[in-house]
Structures are given as structure tokens and as C-alpha cells.
């Protein structure tokens, strides 16, 4: 079974940093676009960033330029480097392997301003 563990949330203050990490717990994800999403309070799943498994990204709109992601194969492991940080982007952040049912338990970020 292929377990999806988020690392790195926390509580941070408007216009600061923070990086989310992602571990698989087998090579599941070999070959696999990975993504994050987020879902804040009262609202739907959204989606925030994919990346392919040669590396190629997208961002959604809202995060373009402010937030990276990234994927180191060896390890298993994606991350999301949060810069700029806005109170909007309060919300729990999922992991999640693309077309899959494999999503992560989520880590709550929170910005406050």
C-alpha cells in the first residue's frame, strides 16, 4: 500500500517562507506526475502545483512565481517551496499522485497577517 506523508506545515507570518515535503513510501510514484493541492476552511480542493516526472512543472495562477515546486526521484520525495507567503494561503496541504487514489493526510499551513 502507498503511503503519502506531508511534512512542514506550520504557522508563519504574512510575507514569509515556508517548505512542504512530500515522501512516498515506495517507488509508486516512479514515473508518476505528482502534485499538491490545498483546501482552506468552508472551501473546495484546489490544485496548486504538478510536476512530471522528467521535471516539467505548472502552477496554478494564484501561486505562479511565489511558489515552487520541486522532486527528487532517488528519494521519493516532492517538495513546495512557499515564498512570499499571503493569509490566503491558509489551508491543509495535500500531496497527491497524479490519476491516482493516493493522497496524502494533509498539513495545515497558516499565515497570519
Known amino acids: 500500500q502507498v503511503q503519502l506523508v506531508e511534512s512542514g506545515g506550520g504557522l508563519v507570518q504574512a510575507g514569509g517562507s515556508l517548505r512542504l515535503t512530500c515522501a512516498a513510501s515506495t517507488r509508486t510514484s516512479t514515473g508518476y506526475a505528482m502534485e499538491w493541492f490545498r483546501q482552506a476552511p468552508g472551501k473546495e480542493r484546489e490544485f496548486v502545483a504538478r510536476?512530471?516526472?522528467?521535471?516539467?512543472?505548472k502552477h496554478a495562477d494564484s501561486v505562479e512565481g511565489r511558489f515552487t515546486i520541486s522532486r527528487d526521484n532517488g528519494k521519493n520525495t516532492i517538495y513546495l517551496e512557499m515564498n512570499h507567503l499571503k493569509s490566503a494561503a491558509t489551508a491543509v496541504y495535500y500531496c497527491?499522485?497524479?490519476?491516482?487514489?493516493?493522497w496524502g493526510q494533509g498539513t495545515q499551513v497558516t499565515v497570519s497577517s
Open positions: 510536476i512530471g516526472w522528467t521535471g516539467i512543472r
Open positions: 497527491h499522485i497524479w490519476d491516482s487514489d493516493y
